[in-house]
């Protein structure tokens, strides 16, 4: 294979590599449906609507918050946040994806991005943020979480980020 051969197909497949790595490539209709979903979550989050927020998690959903709280199945997940709801009632998360990568074939999805959350306790303004990762599984033609875990990453109010959990 004469050298000038080999070097342009190297310098293919790099421009092939940053194209894709770049997020240059086409969004799939199962990435558009997952961020669809995360959109509505955030939504439901924001509007402190807890049937809107269990509507996205499959019935054994389960999480680990920031805050190493763990929640089994979808009925524990839901009364965790109707009690986050009623303790903070200005409490906000928003969930980012950043990449999220399908397995068409076997119906699961991975979505990794940044979590930012706020809320006011006792005259304090607390805000966190991290980076988090969710299991999405197809479900009857549609997209549902499995599984979520979050990492806090920053922390700012004295009182809530003085005491690891």
């Given at each position: 294979?004469?050298?000038?051969?080999?070097?342009?197909g190297?310098?293919?497949?790099?421009?092939?590599?940053?194209?894709f790595?770049?997020?240059?490539?086409?969004?799939?209709?199962?990435?558009?449906?997952?961020?669809?979903?995360?959109?509505a979550?955030?939504?439901?989050?924001?509007?402190?609507?807890?049937?809107?927020?269990?509507?996205?998690?499959?019935?054994?959903y389960s999480s680990?918050?920031?805050?190493?709280?763990?929640?089994?199945?979808?009925?524990?997940?839901?009364?965790?946040?109707?009690?986050?709801?009623?303790?903070?009632?200005?409490?906000?998360?928003?969930?980012?994806?950043?990449?999220?990568?399908?397995?068409?074939?076997?119906?699961?999805?991975?979505?990794?991005?940044?979590?930012?959350?706020?809320w006011?306790?006792?005259?304090?303004?607390?805000?966190?943020?991290?980076?988090?990762?969710?299991?999405?599984?197809?479900?009857?033609?549609?997209?549902?979480?499995?599984?979520?875990?979050?990492?806090?990453?920053?922390?700012?109010?004295?009182?809530?980020?003085?005491?690891?959990?």
């Amino acid at each position: 294979m004469p050298v000038i051969t080999f070097v342009r197909g190297i310098l293919i497949q790099i421009a092939v590599a940053a194209i894709f790595a770049g997020g240059a490539h086409a969004e799939s209709a199962d990435e558009m449906a997952i961020r669809a979903a995360r959109d509505a979550s955030n939504r439901a989050i924001a509007a402190h609507d807890l049937d809107g927020v269990a509507s996205v998690w499959l019935p054994e959903y389960s999480s680990v918050t920031s805050a190493n709280v763990q929640s089994s199945g979808r009925d524990a997940a839901r009364a965790r946040f109707a009690q986050n709801f009623a303790s903070r009632p200005d409490i906000s998360y928003v969930r980012s994806p950043a990449v999220i990568t399908v397995n068409t074939a076997w119906g699961h999805a991975g979505e990794n991005g940044r979590f930012t959350g706020s809320w006011t306790q006792d005259g304090e303004v607390t805000k966190i943020g991290g980076i988090y990762l969710a299991k999405w599984k197809k479900t009857d033609g549609r997209w549902m979480l499995l599984a979520e875990m979050f990492v806090q990453t920053t922390c700012s109010g004295k009182s809530y980020c003085a005491k690891a959990p």
